[in-house]
């Protein structure tokens, strides 16, 4: 039997207004080095446990676990075409219509949940192995897993810069909602297992600093 997967939000976000997007892209256009931290963050698999069973590369062994991104379908849109599906990465897109269409969040952690119990042959048929479950937007979808309780974390990048013409916008202000906590850089740190994450970055002109956000109970 597995135990729940927490869920994590990943989200990049202007400091003041929240800011997530604008006309179906990032309001910003592109922030590299933000961009390189949303992919590797989204991208390791880092805890031992999860690592050290699937290092086999005999026939027929388990694959790899990767990490799960879950995004609605028009950030999915949003992605450029020659990015998605997201490499290396188990992308999950939820959609209200379409037959066998993956519709909430509940059924994303009840699919990864199920996966671990499978054995060596149905895994060949069924979603790879999960490791961490990433949401990675848009606005609803946010919203939907700020209410969903195997939430724990949120990867928030604070973007130093306001866009007049945002029309999309993160639905909590995670400073000020009592829920939610913010963690030093250590930990963020440890989260992400990578160094030199503390500090305020800069891309041309526009200055982003990242930060984690849990969940107080
Ligand atoms: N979270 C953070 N921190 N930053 C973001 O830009 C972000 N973006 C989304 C969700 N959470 C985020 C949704 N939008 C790509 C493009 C848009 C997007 C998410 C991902 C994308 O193309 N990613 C590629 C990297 C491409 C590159 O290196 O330029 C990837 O492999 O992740």
Request: charged share 30%; aromatic share 12%; proline share 4%.
């Given at each position: 039997p597995?135990?729940?997967k927490p869920l994590t939000l990943i989200v990049a976000a202007t400091?003041?207004?929240?800011?997530?997007?604008r006309a179906g892209t990032l309001p910003w256009g592109r922030l590299p080095d933000e961009m390189a931290y949303f992919a590797s963050v989204t991208r390791r698999v880092s805890h031992p446990a999860l690592r050290a069973p699937h290092t086999s590369a005999a026939p027929g062994a388990p694959r790899r676990p990767r990490n799960a991104v879950v995004m609605g379908r028009r950030t999915w849109e949003s992605i450029p075409a020659r990015f998605r599906p997201l490499a290396g990465r188990v992308n999950v897109v939820l959609s209200r219509s379409g037959r066998d269409a993956v519709r909430t969040l509940e059924n994303v952690a009840a699919a990864a949940a199920e996966?671990?119990?499978t054995d060596e042959t149905a895994q060949a048929t069924t979603l790879p192995p999960v490791a961490r479950i990433f949401v990675i937007g848009g606005s609803a979808v946010y919203e939907a897993a700020l209410r969903h309780p195997r939430v724990r974390s949120v990867l928030l990048t604070k973007v130093h810069r306001e866009y007049e013409d945002a029309d999309t916008f993160f639905p909590v202000d995670l400073d000020r909602d009592a829920?939610?906590?913010k963690r030093d850089t250590r930990a963020l740190e440890a989260f992400a297992d990578q160094e030199g994450l503390g500090g305020m970055k800069r891309?041309?002109?526009v200055e982003f600093e990242?930060?984690?956000?849990?969940k107080c109970e």
């Open positions: 597995s135990s729940p400091a003041t207004r929240r800011a997530i997007g996966e671990e119990e829920g939610w906590t891309n041309g002109d990242f930060c984690l956000y849990e």
